[in-house]
């Protein structure tokens, strides 16, 4: 159990029955009346934001978050297919599960499987990758004072903006958190 007067930002506690993430906190002492704490927490399953009030002698239960590394093998119309690389255990996750984390992702890389109790409500990417360039208009010279970005797309389908200078075949990193470019490699 954790009280709301130690909350910190990236807490996550079971609260009516679903799990949140604290993302936000504020111990609140107004000069008449006792003290609170406002919070914003993120429901992880859901991903729905919610504010909510504290005393700060409520007390929560801590969820326990298990991030396990597995690797992505493929995806098969619906499901996508991870597997554990120490005991070679595959599960299989519903589109809704992984969402749009994966955009970025290739077969065969290694990304966060998020669960608790046992069942499986997210995937995290790898904060960065490295992908190649398949598709992009040619840049023209002259263009770059300003700084222009044009549309690309990489191997694994996705579309990102690049600087002009980037051409088809080039491998690029991108951020996966934000889906932006970071540079070339």
């Not at 499986?120 to 840049?139: I, K």
């Not at 903006?161 to 970071?182: M, N, Q, S, W």
């Amino acid at each position: 159990m954790i009280s709301a007067g130690d909350f910190r930002n990236g807490i996550t506690i079971e609260f009516d029955g679903n799990v949140y993430q604290i993302i936000e906190f504020q111990h609140v002492k107004p000069g008449k009346g006792a003290a609170f704490v406002r919070t914003k927490l993120k429901n992880v399953k859901s991903g729905g934001v919610v504010e909510k009030t504290f005393r700060p002698t409520e007390k929560c239960p801590q969820a326990r978050i298990d991030r396990k590394d597995m690797q992505y093998l493929y995806s098969d119309g619906d499901l996508f297919y991870f597997m554990d690389t120490e005991s070679y255990d595959q599960i299989a996750l519903n589109a809704d599960a992984v969402g749009d984390a994966l955009k970025f992702v290739k077969e065969n890389e290694m990304c966060k499987v998020c669960s608790h109790n046992g069942s499986v409500f997210s995937v995290e990417p790898p904060l960065f990758v490295e992908l190649d360039v398949t598709d992009t208009e040619p840049g023209f010279k002259g263009d770059t004072a300003t700084g222009a970005n044009k549309p690309a797309i990489v191997e694994t389908g996705a579309q990102v903006a690049v600087p002009l200078f980037v051409e088809i075949g080039d491998k690029i990193k991108i951020d996966t958190r934000t889906g932006e470019y970071l540079s070339r490699v």
